[in-house]
């Protein structure tokens, strides 16, 4: 799964000369973006770095820019009990200018190991919590709901919801465990300057939450019932969460696993979701939530783009804007309001054709007036428009040995 999601979300991937004695190996990225890529992600497969350099590990590789500054990076390992050296990807970030559509980085074995970096990414699984699933980068913060928070042991606070909530953050280090230690009532509320969980979602989409289409009405899971974390930083952290089926109708019992990639930097993750259903091929419905206007405050404001959606709401703890933009080959099929629940909360929905068995991408996130990153809605729309701009036009990314 997750060589399709570098696939589809990163672009081409080509190799170029290969030497088993190569000490080092040349990357290569271009692009046909004409505005700056602020914190683009780089992500190449790891075999493809070890057939130039097969003398490559892990904590011994070091990625250097033009200039020979030492880039932070990652190798990724999904598969923790494989035999033998598997890895995933080689993950670093770089800031494009803009007019910038090429730049070349220099990999280097080192004999020393490199030593450990602050972490700016954090996904965990919080079973002291009612099974929350929960993670985070150095700009905003996002849950989802576990199987024991719809059951009895979870008493008022029982829920059944497959939505996505958000954690606005102040700061850039981890507050997850920082806020689950204080308990869930204190954690809805500023009092470090931290940030707060300001985003309600009940059983509504949240900020990107997903469902199946029928015509007429959406179908949604219960809350996940396997989370596995398979990276946790520093640079990027992916998990995975499975639901049991549900009931979608005439479609029958449907399945859905869905796979993150966070990285630092960003307010959007990667997505990927896989349903499985009797057919060939269904709608799925991906959903932001539009809350109950609060009282003095302007009413919402969506706003819908080529692929992507955006929400910006206010109230007295700010500004927080949601957003999701279909990836590359998500096959775009309409977008519509499903119309005002009980607390005058509404789902507005992106629809996209999903064949069964076959991965949908997409992008989903969250920024906050009070982080510092965008001051007002104008700022977030900028920000949402610039990445769905970005992710229309990928990177491609080559290889070469370097003796």
């Known amino acids: 799964m997750k060589d399709v999601i570098s696939g589809a979300l990163l672009g081409a991937l080509t190799l170029g000369a290969s030497a088993a004695s190569a000490a080092g190996a040349t990357i290569a990225v271009t692009h046909e973006f004409d505005g700056a890529r602020p914190a683009e992600v780089i992500a190449i497969p790891f075999v493809q770095i070890t057939t130039v350099m097969p003398a490559a590990r892990m904590y011994h590789l070091v990625v250097r820019d033009a200039k020979g500054n030492v880039l932070h990076s990652q190798i990724t390992n999904y598969q923790h009990d494989h035999r033998g050296m598997s890895y995933d990807d080689l993950v670093f970030s770089y800031d494009f200018a803009a007019g910038e559509k090429r730049a070349t980085f220099m990999l280097e074995n080192v004999d020393t190991a490199t030593p450990p970096e602050a972490p700016c990414v954090y996904a965990r699984?919080?079973?002291?919590?009612?099974?929350?699933?929960?993670?985070?980068?150095?700009?905003?913060?996002?849950?989802?709901?576990?199987?024991?928070?719809?059951?009895?042991?979870?008493?008022?606070?029982?829920?059944?919801?497959?939505?996505?909530?958000?954690?606005?953050?102040?700061?850039?280090?981890?507050?997850?465990?920082?806020?689950?230690?204080?308990?869930?009532?204190?954690?809805?509320?500023?009092?470090?300057?931290?940030?707060?969980?300001?985003?309600?979602?009940?059983?509504?989409?949240?900020?990107?939450?997903?469902?199946?289409?029928?015509?007429?009405?959406?179908?949604?899971?219960?809350?996940?019932?396997?989370?596995?974390?398979?990276?946790?930083?520093?640079?990027?952290?992916?998990?995975?969460?499975?639901?049991?089926?549900?009931?979608?109708?005439?479609?029958?019992?449907?399945?859905?696993?869905?796979?993150?990639?966070?990285?630092?930097?960003?307010?959007?993750?990667?997505?990927?979701?896989?349903?499985?259903?009797?057919?060939?091929?269904?709608?799925?419905?991906?959903?932001?939530?539009?809350?109950?206007?609060?009282?003095?405050?302007?009413?919402?404001?969506?706003?819908?783009?080529?692929?992507?959606?955006?929400?910006?709401?206010?109230?007295?703890?700010?500004?927080?804007?949601?957003?999701?933009?279909?990836?590359?080959?998500?096959?775009?099929?309409?977008?519509?309001?499903?119309?005002?629940?009980?607390?005058?909360?509404?789902?507005?929905?992106?629809?996209?054709?999903a064949a069964a068995g076959a991965p949908l991408h997409y992008f989903t996130g969250a920024g906050w007036s009070k982080s510092g990153q965008f001051a007002d809605r104008a700022a977030w729309e900028n920000y949402v428009k610039d990445f769905a701009a970005r992710s229309r036009k990928p990177l491609t990314v080559t290889v070469s040995a370097r003796p």
């Open 125 to 353: 699984f919080v079973p002291e919590r009612l099974d929350d699933m929960a993670w985070e980068n150095d700009r905003i913060g996002h849950r989802m709901y576990g199987a024991a928070l719809n059951t009895p042991a979870a008493g008022g606070e029982r829920l059944r919801g497959s939505g996505i909530d958000v954690w606005a953050k102040r700061v850039t280090y981890p507050i997850v465990d920082r806020w689950y230690a204080k308990g869930h009532d204190q954690f809805h509320k500023d009092e470090e300057g931290e940030g707060l969980d300001l985003y309600s979602i009940g059983g509504n989409r949240g900020a990107g939450g997903t469902g199946v289409w029928d015509g007429a009405k959406l179908a949604t899971s219960d809350n996940f019932t396997n989370a596995q974390v398979l990276a946790n930083g520093p640079r990027r952290a992916a998990f995975k969460l499975t639901y049991a089926p549900w009931d979608a109708g005439a479609l029958g019992k449907v399945t859905e696993t869905k796979q993150f990639t966070v990285d630092c930097g960003r307010n959007f993750d990667a997505v990927e979701s896989l349903f499985q259903f009797a057919g060939a091929e269904t709608v799925v419905a991906i959903g932001l939530t539009e809350h109950k206007t609060a009282d003095g405050f302007p009413p919402a404001v969506i706003t819908r783009g080529e692929r992507w959606m955006s929400i910006w709401e206010e109230s007295k703890d700010g500004g927080i804007g949601v957003a999701a933009i279909l990836a590359n080959d998500a096959q775009f099929a309409g977008a519509a309001a499903t119309g005002v629940d009980d607390r005058g909360n509404n789902n507005h929905l992106i629809w996209v054709k």
